[in-house]
């Protein structure tokens, strides 16, 4: 009796695990996803159709464009409602709005002739995008020839606002094509804010107009294979690992993110963590001790700016009035 008992309850264990195991995978989890019978094949007879969009949101238009030629490789079809019939892919903005959506969510559904997102604003047919996307995954992971996305509807919205990430480039130099890219697979998962660690002991990474020495001095260090606090940073050693942004790449960045609904907020170290600004600006510091920009982890955290310093607080503001102009976040 009881060996049956035991295999019943595998037994249900593996048919309720086939019932969950459904064949289209997107991250994150859609709150709804209703597999249909058939495929919607993406080819180059293909057109992409916006319907209720215009004025300032053609940049959804231009983003999607642009997204969907480099990743199909296929150059689409462009049109309104009117001009599309059939192997279409329809983008609207609700006249009336979905109050179950929000103004993050979406409505997919794909059919075999047709593929047709709803949302109440662009950004969330910009998160419909990054779901056709993914469910073509399999196709392009296999080398198939031809790309598909299964039959389905989709209802999806945010379980959080806030679905943020973080990429320290003081530590470790990102350049401006890496920070593209990483935003792309933020957008790909709905990440909607990117928490950007832009200063550290280990180096200051952004323009400062007041400041030059924070990055012709606090963006480099020793470009050493180990980290070792034992021995430190000497004068004569050449500064070749580093790296930082300008105004315009950050402006660039900034915008570049803004297209793809993400927000960026930076992170500016201060009191602690300022070795790379204490190097430049050895006045800042309480003492006289020879900071550099660190090449391994500070323990204790000598490099902090000194309270006690009127030039301090005028640093502070200083450096803070032209971060804050870069991002409007």
């Known amino acids: 009796m009881k060996k049956l008992s035991f295999l019943l309850i595998v037994l249900c264990t593996l048919l309720c695990s086939c019932h969950k195991n459904n064949p289209i995978v997107i991250i994150p989890e859609p709150v709804e996803c209703t597999p249909k019978n058939g495929n919607f094949t993406i080819d180059g007879e293909t057109f992409l159709c916006f319907e209720n969009i215009g004025g300032e949101n053609k940049n959804l238009m231009r983003t999607i464009n642009e997204s969907y030629k480099k990743f199909f490789k296929l150059t689409p079809n462009l049109g309104d409602e009117s001009s599309c019939h059939q192997n279409y892919i329809l983008f609207n903005v609700n006249e009336k709005k979905n109050t179950k959506i929000g103004d993050e969510g979406y409505v997919l559904t794909v059919k075999r002739r047709c593929v047709i997102a709803e949302a109440n604003t662009p950004k969330g047919l910009f998160y419909a995008f990054q779901t056709i996307l993914q469910m073509s995954y399999p196709d392009k992971l296999s080398g198939s020839a031809k790309t598909t996305l299964p039959c389905a509807k989709i209802v999806d919205y945010p379980r959080f606002a806030y679905r943020g990430t973080h990429l320290d480039v003081s530590r470790h130099y990102f350049d401006v094509k890496f920070i593209k890219k990483y935003i792309n697979l933020l957008a790909m998962y709905k990440i909607n804010k990117f928490h950007w660690h832009l200063t550290d002991d280990h180096g200051w990474r952004i323009q400062i107009d007041q400041y030059p020495a924070l990055t012709s001095v606090g963006a480099w260090r020793p470009e050493r294979t ?46 602690g963590h300022c070795s790379a600004i204490l190097e430049a600006y050895p006045q800042f510091a309480c003492d006289a001790y020879p900071y550099t920009v660190a090449v391994g982890p500070y323990w204790p955290p000598k490099a902090i700016l000194c309270a006690g310093n009127d030039d301090v607080l005028t640093f502070y503001k200083n450096v803070l009035d032209e971060i804050a102009e870069l991002f409007p976040y």
């Open 226 to 271: 180990t980290w070792d606090t034992l021995h430190p940073v000497l004068p004569e050693e050449p500064r070749t690992y580093g790296g930082y942004f300008s105004k315009d790449q950050v402006r660039d960045i900034v915008a570049y993110a803004a297209e793809r609904y993400i927000d960026i907020i930076p992170e500016i170290e201060i009191p």
